[in-house]
């Protein structure tokens, strides 16, 4: 059954992997960046220390710290997890650009009247200067919260201050993300509805097990494609 979209008052976005692809750009810098430093330390070629991590996420999923894995498989120090997965993590983002359709979708949500706020989780320095360079820090978000290590907070407790400071019902927000184990079931748990934007490695591994998550309300190939949620004929998948 289709939802009533007629209600719906604001529009959360995620950003990576949602906004921009990530896993085709940053994510594989970081591991080729941890690769280098992983294949000394276990002697092994920078290629071999590069697919160890692929197939340790393949394994385990994506929210495995990889490097928690590496030190226990190879018995090495503790020192060495945060060691790695600060070279995994401060990679260069000066290269990242928005999907083609973001910018104009945008703008289309705000001028619809949709109150658009963007969520995202990770270390604030890196993730405001991802939203810096993609050119997003003004006027394309009513707000933007940063979710993560530096202030312990997850994406709940942003959606829960979210609905508090801007008056809103679960059943008035759409939260359109890729991340099928973090903002999906987090905003499907409070009522909103869920859209899960089909691309990257949180996606595919949702196709690979879909029966050990929940279900997504819709699913779209494009951020563009959330505009036809707004006339109420877009298709459910089933």
């Known amino acids: 059954?289709?939802?009533?979209?007629?209600?719906?008052?604001?529009?959360i976005l995620d950003l990576d992997d949602t906004?921009?692809?990530?896993?085709?750009?940053?994510?594989?810098?970081?591991?080729r960046q941890a690769a280098k430093n992983i294949a000394k330390i276990i002697n092994c070629s920078e290629e071999e220390a590069y697919n160890l991590q692929l197939e340790i996420e393949k394994k385990y999923g994506?929210?495995?710290?990889?490097y928690e894995k590496i030190v226990s498989l190879y018995n090495l120090p503790n020192s060495y997890i945060k060691e790695l997965l600060e070279e995994f993590i401060h990679t260069d983002v000066s290269g990242i650009s928005l999907f083609?359709?973001?910018?104009d979708t945008l703008i289309q949500l705000m001028v619809l009247?949709?109150?658009?706020?963007l969520v995202t989780s990770g270390e604030k320095e890196i993730q405001d200067?991802?939203?810096?360079?993609?050119?997003?820090?003004?006027g394309c978000f009513d707000d933007i919260f940063v979710a993560g290590r530096n202030n312990g907070q997850i994406k709940k407790d942003c959606f829960q201050e979210i609905m508090h400071r801007y008056n809103l019902k679960p059943e008035e927000i759409v939260c359109v993300g890729d991340k099928i184990d973090d903002e999906l079931t987090a905003s499907k748990s409070l009522g909103m509805t869920t859209v899960m934007i089909e691309h990257g490695r949180h996606y595919e591994l949702y196709v690979r097990e879909p029966h050990i998550y929940i279900k997504p309300d819709y699913f779209i190939k494009h951020i563009k494609d959330i505009l036809e949620?707004?006339?109420?004929?877009?298709?459910?998948?089933t």
Not at 1 to 11: E, H, P, R, T, V
Request: with cysteine; net charge positive.
């Open 19 to 31: 906004l921009y692809d990530c896993s085709g750009t940053l994510l594989l810098q970081g591991r």
């Open 62 to 66: 994506t929210r495995v710290n990889i």
């Open 113 to 117: 009247g949709y109150k658009v706020i």
């Open 100 to 103: 083609p359709d973001v910018k």
């Open 129 to 138: 200067k991802k939203i810096h360079v993609l050119g997003l820090s003004r």
């Open 229 to 237: 949620l707004r006339i109420g004929n877009y298709s459910q998948i």
């Open 1 to 11: 059954m289709l939802k009533d979209f007629k209600n719906i008052k604001a529009i």
